[in-house]
């Protein structure tokens, strides 16, 4: 077992249904100073294990691809890993499971809905030192901002007016009519969309001046993507400090979107309508601190610039999250495609991630672009070096970027038109 007496407990979960993961992930989140890492395989697990041993690992007994039975085998195949806890929580009430289980090691077998007080109890016991740490005013504050973001879904929940757009462009059966029947029941959001429409990144020569020419002409995707991105952006409040700018953060946000469906023309594999949401909620975490948390997220934003440290480890500092983790789970919480959440959760930390590498690393660059070429300003006060590993996944040497750049032909100067 790692080091109990850490002030940090670092904690598995592998469960296939998300649910069960966020349940697991709330808990934890009460027992205080926990880092921890879900998977749904026991192949990417033992992976994260690899390069960094846990003090605790918490399984379901059928995972996506193996048994926990494997796992725990894995682990006693290597005398470094076989002291690791193995708690099992399973929906499976069978008395030969718990037989199996117990005769493989693990510490307990939980069953579902699991007991808070029983898996608190098993904390205490492994890491008595850590829990009986005296607390400060700063965790209790972390601890507050955890268990509300727990609530993700009541801090930001979807437009109503984006949800339809959503179910409308993932309906094979939908049509043009569809779209544009739900765009005109809202007449300022048409004006918006004409005038975006009309404006000079489009370059129509002919006044185009209703949606159904508007989806005609633009296609149905480019229609979907306007309309999304004009339905989140207005839903977040103007901000009055001023190194937080509202339009430069909305700016920089679907500077990323076309970006990385930009981007998409050197991974085909990739959805250009789903590589734009990538880009445009890429940063959405910054929105739930700024209308929720907006003093801490202040100090934050104060320090990063005295300190040049990139936000996010400074948030991560400050909240023991970062704004990556809050748009993932708001992405979740919203039902996007998996793909779509983990690149919104690992952009900053894309060698953190597996399965999906190839949308974190597009969302990773999308954001690199941004901020070199000055798109916006997401608040962030440095220029990170993109990851080794996304260049690599792209094909692309740093000293070219610039080259990349140019061929990516993005109209920085008409984006702003749409804000």
């Keep these: ?178 779209l544009a029947d739900v765009v005109k029941r809202d007449q300022s959001l048409t004006a918006k969309i004409l005038k975006i429409v009309n404006s000079a990144y489009y370059g129509f020569h002919r006044e185009i001046g209703n949606v159904d020419h508007a989806i005609v002409v633009l296609g149905f995707d480019e229609i979907r993507n306007i309309t999304l991105a004009a339905c989140i952006i207005r839903s977040f409040q103007s901000s009055k400090n001023h190194l937080f700018s509202r339009n430069k953060f909305w700016l920089h946000s679907l500077g990323a979107a076309y970006v990385a469906r930009a981007l998409c023309n050197y991974k085909p594999e990739i959805f250009p309508k789903d590589a734009f949401v990538m880009g445009l909620l890429h940063d959405f975490g910054k929105v739930v601190l700024h209308q929720h948390f907006t003093d801490i997220f202040y100090k934050a934003l104060q320090m990063a610039v005295e300190r040049e440290q990139p936000l996010y480890q400074v948030s991560e500092e400050l909240m023991e999250i970062d704004h990556a983790e809050i748009g993932g789970m708001v992405a979740e919480s919203w039902n996007l495609p998996v793909p779509l959440v983990k690149a919104i959760r690992y952009h900053h930390k894309p060698a953190g991630a597996y399965g999906h590498e190839e949308e974190i690393h597009l969302t990773h660059l999308a954001n690199y672009f941004c901020h070199r070429f000055e798109i916006g300003d997401s608040g962030n006060p440095v220029l990170e070096e993109p990851h080794v590993g996304s260049l690599k996944a792209f094909g692309f040497e740093e000293q070219d970027l610039g080259d990349v750049w140019t061929n990516l032909d993005i109209d920085v100067q008409s984006l702003s038109e749409f804000i």
């Design 1 to 178: 077992m790692g080091d109990a007496g850490r002030n940090r407990v670092q904690v598995l979960l592998l469960d296939k249904s998300t649910l069960a993961l966020r349940q697991l992930q709330r808990l934890l989140s009460e027992f205080r100073r926990c880092d921890v890492l879900t998977f749904d395989s026991v192949r990417t697990a033992l992976q994260s294990i690899s390069r960094q041993k846990p003090d605790l690992i918490i399984t379901e007994w059928e995972l996506s691809d193996l048994t926990a039975a494997e796992l725990l085998q894995a682990l006693h195949a290597r005398r470094d890993w076989e002291n690791i806890p193995v708690i099992l929580c399973t929906s499976n009430r069978s008395q030969k499971l718990r037989i199996q289980a117990q005769k493989l090691g693990v510490l307990d077998v939980l069953h579902k809905p699991i007991e808070p007080k029983i898996l608190k109890l098993h904390l205490k016991q492994l890491f008595p030192r850590a829990s009986s740490l005296e607390k400060r005013p700063d965790d209790e504050k972390k601890e507050s901002i955890r268990s509300r973001i727990n609530r993700i879904h009541t801090l930001a929940p979807l437009p109503a007016l984006a949800k339809s757009i959503i179910d409308i462009s993932d309906d094979p059966g939908s049509s043009v009519r569809n």
